[in-house]
């Protein structure tokens, strides 16, 4: 017997090979063949896991992913734009951030909390996607009844007859009325229940898990909230009564279950910052607990139960994939264990300038898109030549060569430098053709860089 992963997330990825899947993530990130390549059958493993039976899957464990490289590079979009790609519940942490156990911080366990929350919201969203056209329909009933309240029989059957039938016909004239908007500027009066939420003192340390248990069971009545009765205009009360009844369609233990098994079968785990916390015991630094950070992350890691609101979640078949920079540090000084469980090693390559090229112009959302798009909305048609295209990616390699190499983000602070002055007088020109060249790039940015100290603190 196979098993299958909730829902949506294994139809749409089914088809999907280790090539095609390279092809998905090339259309957002440029180069790094190694990494995508790693990833990709990271990925198409899962899926040839689900066709195994249950005894057999049980003991596949994923091959986790360290990716070794400089910042910039493309580490952390590869891992989200894969998520995506998979209908995974994917979250991103800074492994700086967790501090060891009898330290005051984060511990580790929060960030299988976060996926779950994050999967939940998932299956939430699906839901309501599915409920949406009843709940409509059952807010435009409960909005007629309060637009049109039902009158009470009286007197004889014919009389009731003939009563309940113009009410009726009212009543559908009404819902033509309200479909149309031609009651979209009448107010209607509405039982609203208060969100009041009462104000508790967390203790430092503490997870908000340990506060939240069991918590509305002992107080159930604290957190209903008193009901008032608003006046608001059709549109708005029909809103509010289609959230409403999206609430009540829904079943949450339901919507809990499927996004635990979701999260347990496909959920992505990105440990960023991951040679932050390399360092054996005794090494000189200001952080004396970056072992013990290691120690409490391995279990989490090698697959264990992690107590969330939701529910206990196992870790055992969830996808982790680390990323760091390793410039001081290497991966052999993670502790033995925790280097074990990422058996893949990819290493980024530093970007040059016929990449940044490509990062402007070949992505779907390459730079010079969104910047063409985003002054549009001004009336301005924005265009760069060619020859202005390799000037700015000339610059951003120099830039990156003299001073600190932040990778791809160097584009960014060079075009917003380069488009400064269109920025500022967009809605104020009166020519809108705008076309940038190699001219106007080398006048709005040779001086910066030439200059190594004034490139310091603007590029």
Same mark, same amino acid.
């Given at each position: 017997?196979?098993?299958?992963?909730?829902?949506?997330?294994?139809?749409?990825?089914?088809?999907?090979?280790?090539?095609?899947i390279v092809a998905e993530l090339d259309k957002y990130v440029i180069g790094q063949a190694a990494a995508k390549r790693a990833v990709a059958i990271a990925l198409r493993n899962r899926m040839r896991r689900q066709k195994l039976a249950p005894e057999l899957a049980e003991e596949i464990a994923p091959k986790n992913i360290l990716m070794i490289g400089p910042t910039g590079?493309? %580490?952390?979009?590869?891992?989200?734009?894969? #998520?995506?790609?998979?209908?995974?519940?994917?979250?991103?942490?800074?492994?700086? %951030?967790?501090?060891?156990?009898?330290?005051?911080?984060?511990?580790?366990?929060?960030?299988?909390?976060?996926?779950? *929350?994050?999967?939940?919201?998932?299956?939430?969203?699906?839901?309501?996607?599915?409920?949406? #056209?009843?709940?409509?329909?059952?807010?435009?009933?409960?909005?007629?009844?309060?637009?049109?309240?039902?009158?009470?029989?009286?007197?004889?059957?014919?009389?009731?007859?003939?009563?309940?039938?113009?009410?009726?016909?009212?009543?559908?004239?009404?819902?033509?009325?309200?479909?149309?908007?031609?009651l979209d500027n009448r107010a209607v009066d509405l039982e609203v229940r208060e969100k009041s939420f009462p104000s508790f003192e967390i203790i430092a340390g503490s997870s908000v898990e340990e506060v939240d248990i069991n918590l509305k069971d002992m107080l159930p009545g604290l957190f209903q909230g008193k009901t008032k009765t608003r006046r608001m205009k059709v549109?708005?009360?029909?809103?509010?009564?289609?959230?409403?009844?999206?609430? /009540?369609?829904?079943?949450?233990?339901?919507?809990?279950?499927?996004?635990?098994? +979701?999260?347990?079968? #496909?959920?992505?785990?990105?440990?960023?910052?991951?040679?932050?916390?390399?360092?054996?015991?005794?090494?000189? !630094?200001?952080?004396?607990?970056?072992?013990?950070?290691?120690?409490?992350?391995?279990?989490?890691?090698?697959?264990?139960?992690?107590?969330?609101?939701?529910?206990?979640?196992?870790?055992?078949?969830?996808?982790?994939?680390?990323? !760091?920079?390793?410039?001081?540090? /290497?991966?052999?000084?993670?502790?033995?264990?925790?280097?074990?469980?990422?058996?893949?090693?990819?290493?980024?390559?530093?970007?040059?300038?016929?990449?940044?090229?490509?990062?402007?112009? *070949?992505?779907?959302?390459?730079?010079?898109?969104?910047?063409?798009?985003?002054?549009?909305?001004?009336?301005? =048609?924005?265009?760069?030549?060619?020859? #202005?295209?390799?000037?700015?990616? =000339?610059?951003?390699?120099?830039?990156?060569? +003299?001073?600190?190499?932040?990778?791809?983000?160097?584009?960014?602070?060079?075009?917003? /430098?380069?488009?400064?002055?269109?920025?500022?007088? !967009?809605?104020?020109?009166?020519? /809108?053709?705008?076309?940038?060249?190699?001219?106007?790039?080398?006048?709005?940015?040779?001086?910066?860089?030439?200059?190594?100290?004034?490139? +310091?603190?603007?590029?």
């Amino acid at each position: 017997m196979a098993i299958y992963l909730p829902e949506t997330t294994q139809t749409s990825i089914q088809s999907l090979t280790p090539r095609q899947i390279v092809a998905e993530l090339d259309k957002y990130v440029i180069g790094q063949a190694a990494a995508k390549r790693a990833v990709a059958i990271a990925l198409r493993n899962r899926m040839r896991r689900q066709k195994l039976a249950p005894e057999l899957a049980e003991e596949i464990a994923p091959k986790n992913i360290l990716m070794i490289g400089p910042t910039g590079v493309g %580490k952390t979009e590869i891992a989200r734009r894969l #998520a995506r790609l998979a209908q995974s519940p994917f979250v991103k942490v800074e492994a700086s %951030k967790f501090t060891e156990v009898g330290y005051v911080g984060r511990d580790v366990e929060s960030m299988v909390r976060d996926l779950v *929350e994050l999967g939940v919201d998932m299956v939430r969203d699906e839901r309501l996607e599915e409920v949406r #056209a009843k709940a409509g329909q059952n807010a435009e009933e409960r909005l007629l009844d309060v637009l049109l309240p039902p009158s009470r029989p009286s007197g004889a059957d014919d009389d009731a007859t003939a009563a309940r039938e113009q009410q009726q016909l009212t009543r559908e004239r009404f819902r033509e009325q309200l479909r149309t908007g031609r009651l979209d500027n009448r107010a209607v009066d509405l039982e609203v229940r208060e969100k009041s939420f009462p104000s508790f003192e967390i203790i430092a340390g503490s997870s908000v898990e340990e506060v939240d248990i069991n918590l509305k069971d002992m107080l159930p009545g604290l957190f209903q909230g008193k009901t008032k009765t608003r006046r608001m205009k059709v549109p708005e009360a029909l809103e509010y009564l289609t959230q409403e009844e999206e609430q /009540k369609l829904i079943d949450m233990d339901s919507v809990a279950r499927t996004a635990v098994e +979701r999260v347990e079968q #496909a959920g992505i785990i990105f440990i960023d910052e991951i040679d932050k916390i390399a360092g054996r015991e005794g090494g000189h !630094g200001p952080d004396v607990s970056r072992e013990g950070v290691q120690r409490d992350i391995l279990p989490i890691v090698e697959g264990t139960t992690v107590n969330t609101k939701y529910g206990m979640v196992r870790t055992d078949h969830i996808l982790f994939i680390a990323a !760091g920079a390793f410039h001081v540090s /290497k991966p052999s000084d993670l502790i033995p264990e925790l280097q074990g469980r990422f058996p893949i090693r990819v290493e980024l390559h530093p970007l040059g300038k016929e990449e940044f090229v490509r990062i402007l112009t *070949e992505p779907r959302s390459a730079l010079v898109k969104q910047y063409t798009a985003l002054m549009d909305t001004e009336g301005i =048609d924005l265009t760069f030549t060619d020859d #202005a295209i390799y000037r700015i990616a =000339d610059f951003a390699t120099i830039v990156n060569e +003299r001073t600190e190499n932040i990778g791809a983000r160097r584009l960014h602070t060079v075009m917003e /430098k380069l488009l400064d002055e269109i920025s500022f007088e !967009g809605p104020d020109l009166v020519e /809108k053709t705008v076309t940038i060249d190699d001219a106007y790039v080398t006048k709005m940015l040779s001086e910066i860089v030439k200059n190594e100290d004034l490139s +310091r603190y603007i590029l």
